[in-house]
């Protein structure tokens, strides 16, 4: 039988002392070339690769998910570091703008301006569940804030303790390794550890995945200091799934199977996990539904809080008055409900808020209004999906404009889960999907979250950063003007 | 004898039209393709140029600025429009982005992913008073959302009401000669009203340019709303110069007079007006820095109630023990004062907090160490100065260090005020210059402030938005992946 152990909380002291190494690295670590922050990256990446074989493991044990699923997410953590140590050798992403000294310009005599981008400053993530390993420890909001040059705190998720600690081990020796200042990696534990880090001022941004009431709570904590930091939280989302009567028809069954899929899939713990199926009120498809839901085998969750949470959620959407079970599921089986579109905006903040866990919600509609009065009632979503025909360009022209301001990602005849890592990738959307819908927690302009523009005026070259001297030693791109 | 009405307050029921006007004119607004929001903005410019001799008395009469600073307030704010719809017509600033579906990617089969900015919705700008032009009703935040495509609410200025009024019956005319939708302007008047409106789920983003104290209690607001929205505040900046021994042997009477055309111009209402300057202990400069106070004609403020309450801050600065008046100012005369490193870091919430007025500090450090002492006290500011000479590398290097995490913009050798519109400037500093140090409000970056990114997965091309078409029907630059 594998024992977990329970990792005993960062003291206050320790907090202290790792937040002061973190500060202390800013300067150095942030100043450095980009080929050596590079160079970093990839060291990290390589070191969990070669650790494969005890970190999942590690994971299997703490979080119930199977190998395969493990072993894709650690290929994706760390091809997702090497992308971007790609992203940071290039330089582009420092965004060097020289411009020159104009002394005819149209406002008066304009000095000589140079901005490039600088790192925040120590950054704290509040590590995910639901992905130990892509959205956790070295997952995206750390690959990102390294990348751009901050100094990282990890506040690790209690669901997997064990394998915090090991990862935090095996980033802080290849850091090492690869000449990274002491102080630019660090892994805490503890719920206090981390309310106390986000409030001290040595940190200088925060990143969060997890559950709205949590993230809210945290981002108030963030602006509430008396130096508000930048919070990029990602809460909760239902993820839309509006099918036009013309896709019912032409592949209904299809959507059936596609619908149950993603829902159900990694237990339904995931953030884009669909959690509302509109289809027209004479769909026929729930046979097929139930069929498909009841075929789903069994899944433990993450860990035992978020099924109590799971279950409270579950029980209050199912006793709604006008809502009714197509497949009752269980602890571990996926349960299916349906309602109308009436019933839905009747109880908005119990049907459309999202249940973490494996279960959706049918709505059906009566026609083309009511299903635009659903998307118009919606919160702020990760993701909103549209399956339409050809032949109902006015319908789903409607859907796509009125879901447009309610999403950071708009799919047509595909299914939510599986966000891709590409520069076209927006991971991130309307409140409460996140705190800051600017912004992507995924795919490599989630590194711009973590730095600021600074504008040298006048500055001899010799003074001058690296980045925007005319000599331009980094070798990186630099826009000029005049 | 020139009547300045006060203007009445708008009332709820007035406020909620204009409110949801905007909310009404967003998308269409939004949507409207680059060349088209370019000629509105130009049409906006065009307007305000042809009311020059009504538009610069009225603002004389309500503010005591001078008619040749308002005329080239005027001009600066029409050209910064101009560049605005010429940044729009280039079509770059909605980073278009086609990543096409891959299906042999590293990670498993990816989508056709196309990403562009949009417009976040209707934005709320409070007006500052010392710009009634460039940083109020016409100014660059109001300039730069709508560029952005979001409609625009501006909360009047108490300073400037009837001037701000006609301003806006100006843009709203020149928008709607345009062609723009009814309700993508409108200015609103009252501290309630200001207050309402940012609490109303139709603003999605709010600007302020002004007090700390009032910036806060904004800021709070917009974060504490059920749905927080950014919020882009300029709030207090001291803009510290600081001056080497070398620098002062080598030109310290061209410093002097530089530092004090700098500090007391405008009356000392500007956001970059350098508040301590920092010179060796045995500057010997006290003459030069009082005679040159002393001769700085006789300016009022631009309002009673700034007025008031620099006469709060330079009487509470005064009386601080260890500070010496160097230049007594009165009512429209500047004062200078003067105290020593020690004193400053020991009185930090009275002495490091900006005076809004004519009023600097001069303050003395006996050697390196101490310079770089107040430097590392210092809170966020939009701006940090150095003056050096070539034999001092290391003083100024230290000092760069020192100042770089603690200003958006550093200078060398030149004075803080004069902010030029480039590509290349950074108006935005750490908290409390500005309430997010990752933003600029002046330069065409402050459009960026508005727009968040949407990604379309699959979806047909006819569904698409024009940016993001293949058929590229806005000529538009796009970034092609894959």
Redesign the interface.
Known sequence: MTTIDSTPDTTAAELDVVLQRAADAA?AFGAAPPTERARQLRTVADALDAARDEVVPLAMAETHLSRARLD?EL??TT?QLRLFSHVVAEGEYLRA???GADTG????P??D???VR?P??PVLVFAASNFPLAFSVPGGDTASALAAGCPVLVKAHPGHPQLSRRLGEIITEALRDADAPEGAFAVVFGFETGTAALRDERITAAAFTGSSRAGRVL??LA??RP??I?FFGELGSLNPVFVTPGAVRARGTEIAEGFVASYTGHAGQLCTKPGLLLLPADHGLDAALVQRSAAVGPHRMLNDRLHAGYSQRREEVTVVPGVRVLAEGDDTAPTLLATDAPTLLAHPDTLCEEVFGPLSLVVTYSGKDEAFQVAEAL??NLTATLHAE?DE?EF??GL??RL??K????????WPT?V???????H?G???AT????H?SVGT?AIDRF??????????Q??LPAAVRDDNPWDIPQ?R?S
């Open positions: 300067e894709g290929a994706r091809f703008t020289v411009d310009f149209a406002l008066g304009k000095p301006l140079r901005c600088w925040l400053g981002f108030d602006q509430s130096t508000p930048p919160h702020g050809d360009p789903a022209t796509l404009k447009r301001p999403a950071g990602r708009l799919l047509f005849n595909g599986g891709a890592v590409s520069p076209a990738m927006q991130g309307p409140y409460p705190t800051d819908s600017r992507t302009a730095l600021r523009p600074v504008t040298f005026q006048n500055v001899p010799q003074l826009t003007h």
